[in-house]
């Protein structure tokens, strides 16, 4: 399973900027996807996470300005993000908990993108 994440940029303070990640490959089911972030120096940490009967979860940092959504036959899952902090900024990750064909269930990352939000 890869997962590719799109989206991350540049923006002011009180801006919005909008996440994509699409899985592929060799996919019998995603059970959650969710999206982490990690600023320099600091661990990973999780944003929102959302089930594959659409139940999201959010970090208490980030309640009612992001929201997560996904689509099961696409197997993709975004995360819109409003009013957007200067401790926004981190690099994003996506993740989806999956079972792919002939394997177990699995944790799979994308490769991360960068979300600068400038004072």
């Known amino acids: 399973v890869q997962l590719q994440a799109s989206g991350g940029g540049l923006v002011q303070a009180g801006g919005s900027l909008r996440l994509s990640c699409v899985a592929s490959?060799?996919?019998?089911?995603?059970?959650?996807m969710a999206w982490y972030r990690q600023a320099p120096g600091n661990q990973r940490e999780l944003v929102a996470i959302?089930?594959?009967?659409?139940?999201?979860t959010y970090a208490d940092i980030v309640k009612g300005r992001f929201t997560i959504s996904r689509d099961n036959a696409k197997n993709t899952v975004d995360l819109q993000m409003n009013s957007l902090k200067p401790e926004d900024t981190a690099v994003y990750y996506c993740?989806?908990?999956?079972?792919?064909?002939?394997?177990?269930?699995?944790?799979?990352w994308g490769q991360g993108t960068q979300v600068t939000v400038s004072s």
């Open positions: 993740n989806a908990g999956a079972w792919s064909r002939g394997s177990s269930y699995k944790s799979y």
């Open positions: 490959g060799s996919i019998d089911s995603i059970k959650v």
């Open positions: 959302i089930t594959s009967g659409g139940k999201p």
